[in-house]
């Protein structure tokens, strides 16, 4: 079946700093991809839509300076959490729609953030 | 605003037993997705729903689609330790399955 990787799995950066998590579809070219955040014992919630060649679509509350969303390729959606701060401490999952039906979607394994 | 409520959040049997979880959402949708997650990984894809009426199976898991209910039920027959993990429903809100709302998961505990 499809996959979709994320890299990297875990990060652990300083208050401040920027961090890039990539998410690749494998083997399967995808025009949209998704971003969710997961805080611990909590559900998903989705941050935004990632649309090759052109701007993010950002849900209500979700600061798009903060998270920079890029859709380079078929292949990849990157994205930047500028200036982290602890509370952005989060399970960040991408997800991609299936090559046969869009109904269909692939998640990427999670890159946990940890902001000390 | 779709709101997706699930429940119970917490469930815990013994193995052998049944249970049902319970997905409601509150705007019309025939697109309905349960997924499995266990402890710090990612989700699995268990099933998809397209339609009022639907019923899918997979193993000892069960899942059933009434639009007209806005009602989606996730039904466990004689449950095994393996199928602990955290469930949780979708709702799309178009036919593009990415942008969906989820429940708050159900956690189940398998228990001997």
């Known amino acids: 079946g499809a996959v979709v990787s994320q890299h990297p799995s875990w990060v652990i950066c300083k208050s401040g700093t920027s961090v890039k998590i990539e998410c690749r579809s494998l083997d399967f070219q995808a025009t949209t991809m998704f971003w969710y955040r997961q805080f611990p014992k909590q559900s998903l919630m989705l941050m935004a839509t990632?649309?090759?060649?052109?701007?993010?679509?950002?849900e209500q509350g979700v600061e798009k300076d903060k998270f920079l969303i890029n859709h380079a390729s078929l292949t990849l959606s990157t994205l930047t959490v500028t200036s982290a701060h602890p509370e952005d401490s989060s399970f960040y999952i991408c997800?991609?729609?299936?090559?046969?039906?869009?109904?269909?979607?692939?998640f990427g394994p999670g890159t946990r953030l940890t902001v000390t | 605003e779709l709101k997706v409520e699930q429940n119970p959040l917490f469930l815990s049997m013994q193995e052998g037993k049944n249970y049902t979880i319970y997905c409601n959402y509150s705007?019309?949708?025939?697109?309905l997705y349960w997924y499995r997650q266990d402890p710090g990984k990612s989700l699995e894809s268990l099933f998809v729903l397209l339609s009022n009426g639907a019923v899918k199976q997979e193993g000892r898991l069960m899942a059933s689609l009434d639009t007209k209910a806005r009602l989606s039920t996730l039904h466990i027959t004689a449950a095994v330790h393996d199928l602990s993990a955290t469930y949780f429903c979708?709702?799309?809100?178009?036919?593009?399955?990415?942008?969906?709302?989820f429940g708050d998961g159900t956690t189940l505990t398998v228990k001997p």
């Open positions: 990632s649309n090759e060649g052109s701007k993010a679509t950002y």
């Open positions: 979708a709702v799309a809100f178009n036919t593009n399955a990415g942008k969906s709302t």
């Open positions: 997800s991609a729609p299936g090559r046969l039906s869009s109904y269909e979607q692939y």
């Open positions: 705007t019309t949708s025939d697109r």
